[in-house]
């Protein structure tokens, strides 16, 4: 399918607009990113510790379980909000005007973060207000980007930005392990400026937001049909007569007509009707759901986010080296992202790269929880045989190899398949709804962890253990459950939800292949005559009945 897909996609298509709007839209992923490691290692430094009152030596061990936590996911609450808004913007505003508010209140929230100086409210006030942004970028980003992507390379592009997220997180370790090399451990710039960082990242995105095109999509559901037919054709840098872009036209119109026709009437609880009374939509609901609820709680993103506390239970020592650690755990992360991107997501399919991540984030995990189970000592500084040293350093391994699971699994697809999988009249709230669930999730997680490790609690090992357990229910919702959508026009997927819910995930895609959008029907890449952007309306309605125009 990728290979069919990728051979009736003009070279044209492949242009320097579509990267320019896919680098735009694809950094919005570093927000996420950027907060992930910079808070992770922020908490771990000497000057942010004694500045917040976050020692256990002094606070207690519980009370500073939660006061870190309350910092750390702070900014997931804000995201919730984020999310949620982010549906009623999108949607109103347009991609690229919701992309510059939210680049503004992620500035705001970030100079409130900043200027705290050792005011606690102020930097939960701070991170809540810059996750109302960075929770947009979730919803926004995908969104754009799956609907300006040739279908071809929509995987691709998609992991553009959620590889972003972890050049974020890279830099984010980096830039906090330098200043902590750099900087006295008694000053609080110490932190600050590696928080800048945000700063930089929304100012580029917000200049780069002033020449990227708006979604031809967005434009023509809103009405605009002249203007979506001109930035189609800007962006794929052809003729609004080639087939291609017809064919793409095409397929926009009638799924716009199909879905104006089914909501005639229904108002402004349209669109929620939709997603929760048509079979199909729920089953797409309960896909976005399932994933986000699988990938958070398999410890891929809370080993992200408390990364230098899980190097110093299996045995690293020291804050630079703990920090150390964690920036090349960046690294590993990065490159899994990159490598996923360009040969694995479209190459191979979305299930298959995502089997490939949690079979070895499920084997990593294992391998950590019953190592911790034989040494327990290890996670209190106590002596270890020289065996248990070697065991320890596998560990170490495996933590990274995980990070390789998650880049590859999870981490790739809670954005892609949320954004595309949902028809363009609820895509917006589709995966608004689905991201609201992440954060919830991801603030569970987060919150969650710390006391998780409490030796009161369920200890490393425990947490170990439940983090591999989640990952192996999720091999088995994957195999049953979740269809193979590359290749297939985000049109054109109606067809395969269409199926009765019990063999969608394991024969959907091969029983609909080739089918689903309109385009297919009138002879796309078959070399049959182009046909007029209209002729949908002749290919559904035979009879002469009208539809909507768009």
């Given at each position: 399918?990728?290979?069919?897909?990728?051979?009736?996609?003009?070279?044209?298509?492949?242009?320097?607009?579509?990267?320019?709007?896919?680098?735009?839209?694809?950094?919005?992923?570093?927000?996420?990113?950027?907060?992930?490691?910079l808070i992770s290692t922020t908490v771990a430094q000497e000057s942010f510790i004694q500045a917040y009152g976050l020692d256990p030596k002094v606070y207690g061990e519980d009370a500073t379980a939660q006061k870190q936590g309350n910092i750390t996911s702070m900014v997931q609450i804000g995201s919730v909000a984020g999310a949620l808004i982010a549906f009623i913007a999108c949607d109103k505003l347009g991609r690229i005007w919701a992309t510059r508010q939210l680049c503004l209140i992620w500035i705001i929230g970030t100079i409130v973060y900043i200027t705290a100086n050792g005011n606690y409210g102020q930097v939960l006030a701070g991170r809540f207000v810059m996750g109302i942004g960075i929770g947009q970028t979730t919803v926004?980003?995908?969104?754009?980007?799956?609907?300006?992507?040739?279908?071809?390379?929509?995987?691709?592009c998609m992991c553009i930005f959620s590889g972003s997220v972890y050049l974020g997180i890279m830099l984010g370790y980096f830039a906090s392990w330098g200043t902590s090399i750099h900087i006295s451990?008694?000053?609080?710039?110490q932190w600050v400026y590696a928080t800048i960082l945000h700063l930089l990242f929304a100012g580029i995105i917000l200049i780069l937001s002033i020449f990227v095109l708006e979604s031809p999509r967005w434009l023509a559901k809103v009405g605009r049909k002249e203007k979506a037919i001109a930035n189609m054709c800007k962006l794929r840098q052809l003729p609004a007569d080639h087939p291609y872009v017809q064919a793409e036209l095409i397929d926009i119109e009638d799924q716009i007509n199909r879905e104006r026709e089914a909501s005639m009437g229904s108002g402004f609880l349209g669109p929620l009707k939709e997603l929760?009374?048509?079979?199909?939509?729920?089953?797409?609901?309960?896909?976005?759901?399932?994933?986000?609820?699988?990938?958070?709680?398999?410890?891929?993103?809370?080993?992200?986010?408390?990364?230098?506390?899980?190097?110093?239970?299996?045995?690293?020592?020291?804050?630079?080296?703990?920090?150390?650690?964690?920036?090349?755990?960046?690294?590993?992360?990065?490159?899994?992202?990159?490598?996923?991107?360009?040969?694995?997501?479209?190459?191979?399919?979305?299930?298959?790269?995502?089997?490939?991540?949690?079979?070895?984030?499920?084997?990593?995990?294992?391998?950590?929880?019953?190592?911790?189970?034989?040494?327990?000592?290890?996670?209190t500084g106590g002596i270890q045989s020289t065996t248990a040293k070697h065991a320890a350093t596998g560990a170490i391994v495996a933590i990274y190899l995980s990070g390789v699971g998650w880049a590859l699994g999870w981490n790739s697809i809670q954005y892609l398949l949320g954004a595309e999988i949902f028809p363009l009249r609820v895509r917006s709230l589709g995966t608004s709804i689905i991201m609201t669930f992440h954060f919830v999730n991801q603030y569970g997680s987060s919150k969650a962890v710390p006391l998780m490790l409490l030796q009161?609690?369920?200890?490393?090992?425990?947490?170990?253990?439940?983090?591999?357990?989640?990952?192996?229910?999720?091999?088995?919702?994957?195999?049953?459950?979740?269809?193979?959508?590359?290749?297939?026009?985000l049109e054109g997927m109606d067809e395969m939800f269409n199926?009765?819910?019990?063999?969608?995930?394991?024969?959907?895609?091969?029983?609909?292949?080739?089918?689903?959008s309109v385009s297919d029907a009138l002879g796309r890449g078959t070399g049959k005559e182009a046909v007029e952007f209209g002729d949908v309306e002749q290919a559904e309605h035979p009879h002469g009945d009208k539809r909507a125009d768009v």
């Open positions: 399918m990728y290979k069919a897909a990728l051979a009736e996609t003009p070279q044209e298509a492949f242009n320097w607009r579509l990267i320019y709007s896919v680098i735009c839209f694809g950094l919005m992923g570093a927000a996420r990113g950027l907060d992930e490691g926004v980003a995908p969104a754009y980007l799956v609907e300006i992507a040739p279908r071809s390379i929509r995987g691709m451990n008694k000053s609080q710039k929760f009374m048509i079979p199909a939509n729920r089953y797409r609901i309960f896909l976005g759901l399932m994933c986000q609820l699988l990938g958070q709680w398999s410890g891929g993103g809370s080993i992200t986010i408390y990364a230098p506390k899980f190097f110093a239970l299996l045995g690293t020592t020291g804050q630079s080296e703990k920090l150390f650690a964690t920036a090349i755990f960046g690294v590993v992360k990065f490159a899994s992202a990159i490598i996923c991107a360009f040969f694995l997501v479209d190459f191979l399919g979305r299930k298959r790269s995502l089997n490939i991540g949690i079979i070895l984030q499920a084997i990593t995990m294992t391998y950590v929880a019953i190592y911790l189970t034989a040494v327990p000592q290890v996670t009161d609690s369920m200890k490393p090992q425990g947490a170990f253990w439940f983090f591999a357990a989640v990952t192996f229910m999720g091999l088995g919702f994957v195999w049953f459950f979740l269809p193979e959508t590359a290749g297939k026009s199926l009765p819910w019990h063999i969608i995930g394991r024969k959907g895609a091969a029983l609909t292949e080739g089918q689903g």
